[in-house]
């Protein structure tokens, strides 16, 4: 399946994925409005830039072949879907235990405090590419078939 | 921030935020190399320092809510034609600092673009124009010493060429990539350079830098450098490349040799240019075994023997008063390519007086070259290549006319993969990631990126030469070589169009 790979080598720590992903899960699809008042309202990026000195990296899931996060959810809002292999969420049953954040072996799941449940990357259903692929300056993330 | 020296505080730019749209991102603090930006805690949003900022436009690029404007400084000094604020500031500047003052880039200053002054012919009616999309429009272009005559044998097979021809550099397009060598700029530009010649079917040049391990494979679209420093050069060296270039002089800094200081370089600079970590690189003005034009021959046939004749050598040259004799001499010594290098040539850092003042316009240089050589009837001896500022695919035409065979581009190539002329290459914190082997900014040129961003320039340049041909009811770009009477002069006086040797518009 397609997922989104991160190269550390020409990441330069931007951030500009974030923004891109925070705005595709936006209400507004506004960037300002998305960071302004959605952001005060709990909504997060699906993704994580992380840096050590010159290195940086953006991570989010990996939508794993047998994913612990599934394994560990114990309301069935996480689920593999099978056609399309994505590591899919469905907010309505998130119960906002956490197990799944404790499970990932990526650090890839974040909690959205204001409604107690789980954010995390559905690779931007329904676009073509993913928005935070889109928007890197860099090319540091590709969305391909590995 | 008050507590600078007060001349600090004339700054050029001031960062224009819109507040309104601002959502304290930080992205333009993290791109920002110079620390203009910052998070400014006691507000609790970014902020700035107009005093830092060197007007190179990276935050304003990529901002995500294109809320910055980088602009002019407004604040003006009294008018004054002779004391510009140019040299107010070079005053203060020296009255900090008393040493000399430095430049990244070619020269800025307001000397006549001959190539402005020139228009291009085309042809009505009579030899009509060639249409560019339905006829081949030939721009391929072979660098190196043409026989004096060509002598045809008759086989069982047909006729075949009796004459020996000596090793010459083939391009697809008459362009190639100027020398910039690796530690001036960074790997993943070298890389990309390679990529994009080797795609192109032109080459590239390593300038004084050596030549990254990595890097052999893309050796037939290389020109290898040898330098008055002799950085990186050895026998591997000299024959991984498709032609070697005697670097005798630079137009940035004519006269003058080359310094790259110790913090730019790195391990991987060190080992290709044979120079230990962190020590100064520094290039001598003269080659230290060249003092005459047989000095120079010396060296040409060495690197031929060393190659056993199957590359050809070229010597470049500044663009200076009497280009001409030396380029005549330079031809005598064997070289099979010339390069004249005008004033407008980039450079990582050169002192800013010799920048702005030494050297000639290379458009007068090349037309006397051309003509002294075509006058001793050794034109065909050598080819001729030109570099130094040349923007578009007008001033490459105009060159080919004007005599060149090819032309060497380079600030042309780093605009097109993000370069905004800042001018502050010598500090090796290059906000584009093009003149810096700093880890954290040279991320910034994917090498992908940048190979198909020179592959589309030469490219769109190579289509609007085939325009401009066509245009002309010329279907070869050899047939527009030393062609001048393709070209006009516009607002040229007398001596300009004797030695640019053009007629005036309307004759
Ligand atoms: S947008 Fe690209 S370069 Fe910027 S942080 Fe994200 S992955 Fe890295
Ligand atoms: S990048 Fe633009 S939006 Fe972000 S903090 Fe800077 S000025 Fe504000
Ligand atoms: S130096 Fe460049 S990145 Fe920094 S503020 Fe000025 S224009 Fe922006
Ligand atoms: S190479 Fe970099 S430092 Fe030099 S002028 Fe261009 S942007 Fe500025």
Redesign the pocket.
Known sequence: MRRVYPNKDFCIGCHICELACLTAHSESKDLIIAVREEQASGLRPCKAVYEKGPVCVSLSCRHCENPSCVTACISGALYKDEETGRTMYDERQCVGCWSCLMACPFGAIRRNQAKGKIIKCDLCEGRDKPACVEACPNAALSYEDR | MLFKPISQNFNDFVIDRDKERCINCEVCVRQCSYEAHFWDDARQCVNHDNTKCVG?HRCEALCPTGCLTIKKNPADFRDNALWTPTYMKYLYKQGDTGGILLS??GSPSAKPIYWDNLQLDASQVTNPSIDPLREPMELRTYLGSKPDKVEIEQTPDGPKLKTKIGPQIKLEYPMMFSAMSFGS?NFNLHKAMAMAATELGIVYNTGEGGLHPTLYKYGANTIVQVASGRFGVHKDYLNAGAAIEIKVGQGAKPGIGGHLPGEKIDEEVSKTRMVPVGSDAISPAPHHDIYSIEDLLQLIYALKEATEYRVPVSVKIAAVHNAAAIASGIVRAGADIVVIDGFRGGT?AAPTMIRDNVGIPVELALAQVDNRLRDEGIRNWASLVVAGGTRCSADVIKAIALGADAVYIATAA?VAV????????Y?G????G???NEARLKKRQNPEIAAKRLTNLVKAWGHEIQEMLGGMGLNSIESLRGNRDKLRGIGLNEVELDILGVKHAGR
């Open positions: 190179c990244g880039m700029i990582g780093l993000g370069c905004t002329l800042c001018g502050r290459c500090t914190k290059c906000p584009w093009i003149a810096t």
